[in-house]
């Protein structure tokens, strides 16, 4: 019988650790993928303290890349040697109304890469055939700068230290407000809003005010689940502010924006740990002092 090491918390709240698992081949449509990394966000250390619900036991990890070691019947895209990666949106069903308009990661029964099922904090994963991305001033921000930056935005990185000023400016920021210091809802207005505001800090008292600093029509995009958040209805009917989520993207909106990056020269800065180090990773993944996001290599 193979095993293989993968890391798997018991219970809500409790430290995870590495176990021996015995590995399964792919059933139908699905395949099953030899971890080479994957990334530790902070909805992993949200799911260990059980946030996400009863899911345990249950291996985290929804940001894996590997390669197909072997596929099940009627998988039709992918080839044993493929590399690719398992992201957020991990199964559809293919028949309810968002589906039918191309909204895989909002299906009625969508299910989520290590939530639903395990994920990639293992050296072995089972995927869906349909839940993987082809080619697969924090996490999320240093990319969104580089981002906005490539596709000819002006951009503001607004961020509580100017630890961080240099460095957003080296990856396309053409203005920082350091919040420590300036107002950054005063700051904005005096350049005349923004159109777009990503929030993508963990902090409802942060994302709250964010509504004021957008111009007449503009659009507050927040991609940190954080629960209840107060905002000024005034603001948004006076000025038609709108206020916007997004949960993932599906299989093809991955490989589009990695597409991207790798012809625009986006980069993806990490810190790496081993597999074995993997509470310790989701600890500095939490404390607000990684740079910018971490990494299991298997």
């Known amino acids: ?61 929804h ?7 072997a596929v099940g019947e009627g998988v039709t895209r992918l080839s044993i040697g493929d590399r ?27 299910k989520v890469n290590g939530v639903s099922h395990d994920g990639g904090y293992a050296e072995y994963v089972l995927l869906q055939e349909e839940g993987h991305a082809q080619d697969g001033v924090g996490g999320l921000g240093h990319l969104a ?6 596709m000819g935005c002006h951009v503001v990185a607004i961020s509580s230290g100017g630890s961080k000023r240099d460095f957003a400016k080296q990856l396309g920021a053409h203005a920082d407000i350091d919040t420590r210091k300036e107002d950054a809802i005063a700051k904005l207005k005096e350049i005349g809003g923004a159109a777009l505001i ?6 409802p008292k942060a994302i709250s005010p964010l509504v004021g600093g957008l111009q007449a029509g503009g659009k507050l995009l927040v991609l940190a689940p954080v629960g209840p958040v107060e905002f000024d209805t005034g603001a948004l009917v006076s000025l038609g502010l709108s206020i916007h989520g997004w949960p993932s993207g599906h299989a093809l909106d991955w490989e589009e924006a990695i597409k991207f990056a790798q012809e ?13 180090d993997a509470q310790k990773a ?6 607000g002092n990684l740079r910018f996001r971490a990494v299991l290599l298997m």
């Open 1 to 61: 019988m193979l095993k293989y090491r993968s890391i798997l918390p018991l219970s809500k709240g409790t430290p995870i650790s590495i176990k021996q698992v015995e590995l399964k081949q792919p059933g139908p449509k699905r395949v099953l993928i030899k971890v080479l990394a994957c990334g530790v966000c902070h909805t992993d250390s949200f799911e260990q303290h059980g946030f996400l619900g009863d899911v345990f036991p249950r291996v985290p990890g």
């Open 63 to 69: 940001e894996l890349i590997g390669d197909i070691v």
């Open 84 to 110: 690719v990666g398992g992201p957020w949106h991990g199964e559809h069903d293919g028949t309810c109304r968002q589906c039918m308009r191309s909204q895989f990661q909002i299906c009625d029964v969508k």
């Open 145 to 150: 700068i580089q981002y906005a930056n490539k």
């Open 198 to 203: 990503v929030a993508t800090a963990p902090n």
């Open 264 to 276: 625009h020269g986006v980069k993806c800065m990490v810190e790496t740990f081993s597999l074995d």
């Open 282 to 287: 989701l600890d500095h993944c939490t404390s």
